[in-house]
């Protein structure tokens, strides 16, 4: 009865434990010996030194990759922050049929990125698209929203917010909700205006969301996948290639097994660090 | 003044959805210049779809995939997150803090060779390899952990002294005490399996194996749909509704689900 009673916890943790082992420690493990090797997973594998280092660090299109993620989330965080803000705090008054509004900017928050990036392929295209019709509607010219090399990645990162912003609205409502009344009750007696109120007590006092949306957005713009994929392929000319689709393309079309390990590392290391330093300026705040 | 803010964000947020359901039934030449109703309906971008596309086969294999990781998720989580929770044992700290871990850990790091392991357990067109990885789930685990943490103990003692085995406490006792987070962690993983499409992509090649989002995506960059947008609106509106519909039904659990997640990252 003891032994059974001591050996009943490992018992039940023991699925964890195997798929830990099997799908997250020695896939960590394995994908390092990758880095040094050379394999289409067909041949025998083949070391080759830090070849996949060197190649790396001279790969025009990872570079491409990296500075197509900065230029997203460039765009994609304070457009996130700044609009989910917006509608959170008109959300915040006591109005009427506010669960009705919340409700339709969480629709595309559910629906499926398959679908929101095949409907805005339409929206962006150049022809026909939405987009497009509305400025020759006004007497504008047409913008190559996903054909132009400049404006390619910021049409897929204003996308992107449309589809995200509804949960950090959720978010920023939540955190809104915190500061306490008697803080807008002190200010009102001073006679502060709306602008005062918004810069001196609630952004201080959500800071901590800000920062949490951040962190989210950056994992989120490093996770980019089906948006390049299905929208323009990653082109053009790699304008929109993200880090996952550049994985994706080495391993999975190309089949060089060792150097998509290298650059899932890479970008892996990448996120953790940025989430690391982010992480550094909350405490610091704080 | 909030109303007309809101209405016309409203309307940002709505109409594109509203656009893809009327270009989807309506004739292929009207779509280029539609906005708010065309001249006639037609199911006929529907028809071309069963006819080019295995769809009700991948809604089917969808519904398994989704529903099996679901359960799965939920019986392991629960059984994990019990131990964690209300069972005292040598390395329980440690397991916590490597779920922990796991979860911080990006997906790049992992995503080649798990490719592997499935080509190596020759699970590659399998139904395993799209649902086996996901059966558990570190988010599910440290909320059900939270969750059994405010169920007291002195309900799992006296189940005991009634005869329970630890099985038949997890099941028959806190499930029934736990469905807010049953509900929230039922919500999550079936959405983003149901959503899933970079492993599928990956692991399935066979058309008959593939999720909705995996053929509906390979349909719209292929050449099958062969740029009649029509059929392309009507495979996302397909691969859009089921999850459209429970979330019109169950909506404020949606919202708070997806919330909770947010906040615990």
Request: glycine share 6%; proline share 5%; with cysteine.
């Amino acid at each position: 009865m003891i032994t059974r009673k001591k050996i009943l916890p490992y018992l039940l943790v023991s699925p964890y434990i195997v798929h830990f082992l099997l799908f997250v420690a020695f896939p960590v493990v394995f994908s390092i010996v990758l880095t040094f090797h050379k394999w289409n997973i067909i041949a025998p594998m083949e070391y080759t030194g830090l070849n996949n280092y060197v190649r790396l660090f001279n790969d025009k299109t990872f570079i491409k990759s990296m500075g197509n993620t900065l230029i997203f989330l460039l765009f994609h965080i304070p457009l996130q922050i700044i609009v989910a803000l917006f509608l959170a705090e008109i959300l915040n008054q006591k109005l009427k049929l506010r669960g009705v509004f919340r409700g339709a900017f969480f629709l595309p928050v559910i629906v499926s990125g398959v679908v929101v990036t095949i409907l805005w392929q339409q929206l962006y295209g150049f022809d026909t698209g939405l987009f497009n019709r509305l400025l020759t509607g006004v007497g504008l010219s047409k913008v190559g929203w996903l054909t132009d090399p400049s404006i390619a990645m910021v049409s897929i990162a204003v996308m992107a917010t449309w589809k995200n912003v509804g949960l950090y609205i959720i978010l920023f409502l939540v955190g809104l909700q915190t500061v306490p009344a008697q803080y807008y009750e002190a200010a009102d007696l001073e006679g502060a205006n709306h602008w005062q109120k918004f810069f001196k007590i609630t952004l201080p006092m959500i800071n901590p969301t800000i920062f949490m949306v951040v962190i989210l957005s950056t994992i989120g713009g490093f996770s980019l996948f089906i948006e390049p994929y299905i929208m323009t392929g990653g082109g053009p000319l790699n304008s929109t290639v993200s880090a996952v689709l550049y994985i994706y393309k080495q391993g999975f079309f190309y089949y060089h097994m060792g150097y998509a390990a290298t650059l899932g590392l890479f970008f892996a290391l990448i996120i953790l660090a940025v989430v690391v330093i982010q992480k550094k300026f909350i405490e610091k705040d704080h | 003044m909030f109303y007309i803010a809101l209405t016309i964000c409203a309307v940002i947020f709505v109409y594109p959805f509203y656009w893809m359901v009327i270009a989807s039934i309506a004739p292929e030449n009207e779509i280029g210049s539609l906005t708010i109703m065309p001249t006639s309906l037609t199911l006929s971008s529907y028809a071309q779809m069963v006819d080019k596309i295995p769809i009700g086969g991948a809604f089917i294999n969808s519904l398994i995939v989704a529903s099996s990781i679901t359960i799965g998720v939920l019986i392991f989580g629960s059984m994990i997150g019990y131990a964690l929770s209300k069972l005292v044992f040598k390395g329980r700290d440690l397991i916590f803090y490597i779920i922990i871990f796991t979860m911080t850990l990006p997906f790049q790091i992992t995503l080649i060779p798990q490719y592997i392991i499935m080509v190596k357990f020759g699970w590659i067109d399998t139904y395993y390899a799209l649902i086996v990885p996901y059966l558990i789930n570190a988010l599910s685990i440290i909320m059900f952990r939270q969750y059994f943490k405010s169920i007291p103990d002195s309900l799992i003692d006296a189940a005991r002294l009634d005869g329970c085995n630890e099985l038949q406490i997890i099941f028959r006792i806190l499930w029934p005490n736990s469905m807010p987070a049953i509900i929230t962690i039922g919500i999550i993983t079936f959405m983003a399996s149901w959503n899933e499409v970079l492993w599928p992509l990956i692991v399935i090649r066979d058309e008959s194996l593939m999720t909705m989002p995996q053929l509906v995506t390979l349909f719209a960059v292929g050449g099958r749909a062969e740029s009649q947008l029509g059929v392309k609106l009507a495979s996302a509106v397909m691969l859009a509704l089921p999850i459209v519909l429970a979330y019109l039904f169950f909506q404020k659990y949606f919202i708070q689900s997806m919330a909770s997640t947010g906040i615990k990252e």
